[in-house]
């Protein structure tokens, strides 16, 4: 009897210490994945993941305004070869976007502007529609062959373009999604989540859809964009919604001397070094003596800084309606269309507009109105 219990407890004692071996085994074996999903093989503290989230946002916010929208979309300057091409990676890797179909989308929203045909307007689409669903908006239109064809021209078509860019756009994120989960364990989800959602909540809701409903305007340009801050820093830039609808051609976003616009920062140190050409950017209004008499020359500075001078009308009118002086509003609201007549399509020979010029500011010199006479002053200085 004492020698079959003695048996059993061996037989326990060694089923026991097999177990433990296994589970020893599966603890080496758990030890490393458990850390690797805890911290992943960086093993990056949470404050680096919080900087290297910034920082790779930061560097796709900058793609998307330098070569997306002021190099690829508007041809407002060039990139060399080595930056364009790492921008067209970095797009292809965070975000899958195709050149030729942002570029088109963009145009169209320009030349269509508030209208039933612009891609993403929340003037006729809604501004929560564009705010969370802007994404979508640009991927029904991207099947659109017509704005494709009519407005996708002069963008990459390389072969790698072609074959892995454009072919196999969806590749890159996949591959993101690898790196964050190799590097950050678990934490890379976030990472991976934050990432590829930067753009199409700032980008293609924020300024497509708040640009043009809320925020401060310098210009009063015929569509409702806005500048949602003087200091475009978060979306590289493109707060300044107002001044790019206002000079799209334009490769610095800001206008105002309190204005600042880091993309165009960024584009002036790749210039210093050679890696960027500027090919436009929006001219600040120069001022001269008066002149006594409008001539041909005058007539052309006026419409030059047309957008300066409708910009200072619309401060009159402002100015106008605060002090509640009515009768000096009728009269600049009046006065308005026949100065922007000037540079709308008219038939009149640019003798007759040089006239035309003339009668208005003496008109405006003659009407009492102060805000009248400044306008004047201020068309007759134009150098």
Known sequence: MILIQTTEQAAVQLAGD????????????????LHWVAYGFSETSLIGLLVIALVTTHITIAAVTIFLHRCQAHRALDLHPLISHFFRFWLWLNTGMVTKEWAAIHRKHHAKCETEEDPHS??????????????????????????????????PDDWIERV????????????????????????????????????????????NGVGHAKGYRNFDSTDKSANLSPWGILIGG???????????????????WWEFDIGWMYIQIMAFFGLAKVRR??????FQLPCEQIDKRALQAVIANRYDMMSAYARSIREAKRAKAEDALHTLTSMRSELASLWERSSLSVEQLVQQLEDWCR?????????????????????
């Open 18 to 33: 097999s177990l433990l071996s296994h589970l020893g085994g599966l603890e080496a074996w758990l030890r490393p994945l």
């Open 122 to 155: 929340p003037v006729t689409r809604g501004l929560e529609t564009v705010l969370f669903r802007g994404v979508e908006l640009y991927r029904i239109e991207a099947l659109n062959q017509e704005t494709m064809e009519r407005y996708g021209h002069g963008t």
């Open 164 to 207: 892995l860019y454009t072919g196999h756009s969806y590749l890159g994120v996949y591959l993101l999604l690898v790196i964050d989960l190799f590097l950050f364990g678990a934490m890379g989800l976030a990472m991976f989540a934050i990432q590829t959602g930067w753009i199409p909540f700032f980008a293609a809701g924020v300024i």
């Open 238 to 256: 493109e707060e300044l919604h107002n001044n790019h609808h206002t000079f799209p051609a334009s490769a610095r976003l800001s206008y105002k």
């Open 281 to 286: 950017v929006s001219q600040r209004p120069k």
């Open 363 to 383: 008109r405006a010199e003659a009407s009492g109105v102060s805000a009248l006479q400044e306008l004047s002053l201020r068309a007759r200085s134009y150098a």
